[in-house]
């Protein structure tokens, strides 16, 4: 609401034919529906107070930038109502939302509850009259939905669909003429008397008065003065960082081996669709399109650790609130105001890496509240998935050989950097998620990992055991050692990290998924980036190598303040460097000189898993037209079928 809030704002100011400063406004602000739909996926974070919270930022907007202005403020429909829409209908809910329906969620009515929590979280917003501190600014609550239901058709003997568009959801053009009479009726009525629900007889009524009733203007209305706050209630915010929060060391360090939480100023992060996020926060199988960056495990910036998004850079924010880099909201690793420092990009494979790199740098060189040289940098490198999905055996040598490229060029390039190399994922975990729609994302994504689909999925497995020792032996040569401002640690936490069963021992936990069964949800990139911070301050040789659901976010030790790194791990000994000829590492002035092959044409990605995507959604949709139209046909068979018999 924020966002577009400012949005609406901007667009006034910039119309020629509005007074902004002189002329009158209403505005409406209607909100919560998705929210309410989405309880299922995140019980912990989708709370009353969470969303009342974003509606006050928006109000708090409106009160601060906009003169003359009236605000209805709408309250939220019960979505449970569309319980009483079944047949095809179900098949839509259980894309639009699922939570509220009683057929695919068992906790419907813990969604019901929170919409009357909404309800009263909006009435406390405005009841002590915020709003209302200035003679031409004022918020009023509507309450027409608070009580409206699907009526029932005593003759048809059916609930009343015709309020519905096709899709048993959004509002049909009779719905919004209901809604929008609604509104008006609610505004024309004093407060305390509005109506909390409209019936099918409902009128467009007329004022009876010459004004629109506001919290001053009803009579007998008073404004409540709030009592003291008395509640001693735990914060209801699924993460409270137990840790102590560090300072800064007290001069900037100059060797990564020193380094603390507090002293890194910028994150960054290269790889694929994972980091990208896409999927983190999707409700349905379209929504997997999106990359929700904000939320991305180990760069996402959004919100807050107390806010409930649990990523690396919001850990490292708890130190440092000015952290620079972290990943905001959606969009594409392009959208550089949302992206920033996150560059991965969707379909990515190793290879991609050392152009990654380069982007990552150039983005770092030319921000100019980066100070290149002199601020501390953690990058967090993860690949892989993509290029073992592909069935083309590419070799751990090979997918070894790309990382090692990238690694050098930083190596090269970056001062004060410190490097999470994260082990991949064990892909040949989804042969765990066995249902329909699990199998023909498989199938499109990575059916060399499946029984399924290959039998020699194993194969895979034993390549993605070689690709960690690779990467393993890669950074333990000390080949990234060899400067104090720059070092490189392998993070494992993926090597041994398996789909859990769920709580009653019953079918895998698939909760760690998006809807496509393959990319991470909300709650999968929560697991990702505790576990990699969790990592960062273990003793290289004492890592954890795989996370279960009883993991929590760990502290530094008392007696070590650092993160840990090859040289500064207890008892670590590195292993010989590599003996194989390498070609001298170029200066930069003279990598500017002499382009390399390709230097001169824009990079083409392997986004290859969104077509994949779209031809599988594509597939389902004709399935889903095919099975709504047979659905229709056997309804006028058997309207048809029984008016024969009647007659």
Not at 146 to 157: D, K, R, S, V
Request: net charge negative.
């Amino acid at each position: 609401m924020l966002e577009q809030t400012e949005d609406m704002i901007s667009r006034m100011r910039q119309w020629d034919e509005v007074n902004f400063d002189n002329d009158w406004k209403v505005v409406t602000l209607f909100i919560g529906g998705n929210d309410l739909c989405a309880y299922c996926r995140d019980p912990e974070g989708v709370t009353a107070k969470v969303y009342a919270e974003e509606v006050k930022k928006a109000l708090d907007l409106m009160h601060a930038e906009m003169p003359k202005t009236f605000v209805n403020l709408v309250q939220v429909l019960l979505v449970t109502e569309i319980n009483k829409l079944t047949g095809y209908c179900d098949l839509i809910h259980l894309v639009a939302c699922r939570c509220a329906k009683e057929r695919w969620y068992e906790g419907w009515e813990e969604v019901l509850d929170l919409t009357h929590a909404y309800h009263r979280e909006l009435e406390e917003m405005v009841k002590y009259g915020q709003y209302d501190t200035r003679d031409d600014f004022t918020v009023v609550i509507q309450p027409f939905f608070e009580e409206t239901y699907i009526p029932w058709l005593e003759e048809e003997q059916k609930w009343d669909d015709s309020l519905f568009a096709p899709d048993c959801f959004h509002f049909s053009e009779s719905g919004q003429a209901m809604a929008g009479m609604s509104v008006w009726n609610n505004m024309i009525e004093p407060l305390g008397a509005k109506r909390t629900g409209w019936l099918p007889e409902d009128t467009l009524e007329c004022p009876t008065g010459e004004y629109f009733y506001t919290a001053l203007n009803t009579p007998g209305h008073e404004i409540p003065t709030p009592g003291p706050v008395e509640s001693t209630e735990e914060p209801t915010t699924p993460y409270n960082f137990p840790c102590e929060i560090l300072p800064p060391s007290d001069t900037v360090p100059t060797s990564a081996h020193k380094l603390r939480p507090a002293d890194v100023k910028v994150v960054a992060a290269l790889g694929d669709s994972i980091t990208a996020a896409n999927g983190a926060g999707a409700d349905n199988i379209v929504q997997v399109l999106i990359e929700y960056r904000g939320i991305s495990w180990s760069i996402g910036g959004d919100k807050s650790l107390e806010q409930g998004v649990l990523t690396l850079s919001n850990i490292f924010k708890m130190y440092n609130p000015d952290l620079k880099g972290h990943s905001i909201n959606t969009g594409r690793h392009d959208n550089y105001e949302y992206a920033r420092l996150n560059v991965a990009v969707p379909g990515a494979r190793a290879d991609d890496m050392l152009t990654q790199t380069k982007e990552m740098i150039l983005r770092m060189q030319t921000w100019e509240d980066i100070d290149f040289e002199n601020e501390w940098k953690v990058v967090t490198i993860f690949i892989g998935g993509n290029d073992l999905c592909a069935c083309s055996n590419y070799s751990a040598e090979e997918y070894t050989m790309e990382i090692e490229k990238a690694l050098d060029h930083m190596h090269a390039e970056m001062p004060r950097t410190f490097v999470n190399v994260a082990q991949v994922v064990l892909v040949t975990e989804i042969n765990k998620l066995d249902r329909p729609i699990c199998n023909v994302f498989h199938r499109a994504y990575c059916p060399c990992a499946k029984e399924m689909f290959n039998d020699d999925w194993e194969q895979v497995l034993n390549l993605t055991h070689e690709y960690h020792r690779a990467l393993e032996e890669l950074v333990a040569s000390g080949k990234y050692d060899t400067r104090e401002d720059f070092t490189v640690v392998l993070q494992p936490f993926f090597e041994e990290t398996y789909v859990p069963r769920n709580d009653n021992g019953v079918g895998w936990n698939d909760t760690l998924f998006s809807p496509d069964c393959f990319h991470f949800s909300e709650y999968g990139h929560q697991m990702c980036g505790m576990s990699l911070w969790n990592n960062m301050i273990e003793p290289v040789g004492q890592k954890r190598r795989g996370w279960t659901d009883e993991d929590i976010v760990e502290c530094p030790k008392e007696d070590f303040e650092y993160f840990y790194t090859n040289l500064n791990s207890p008892g670590y000994v590195s292993t010989t460097a590599k003996t194989k000829t390498t070609k001298p590492t170029t200066p930069k002035a003279a990598t500017e000189e002499t382009p390399t092959e390709g230097d001169s044409e824009p990079v083409q990605y392997c986004e290859d898993y969104t077509g994949a995507f779209i031809t599988v959604v594509c597939l389902l949709s004709v399935l889903l037209v095919i099975c709504l139209l047979g659905f229709v046909w056997m309804g006028k068979k058997l309207s048809a079928s029984k008016y024969t018999t009647e007659f």
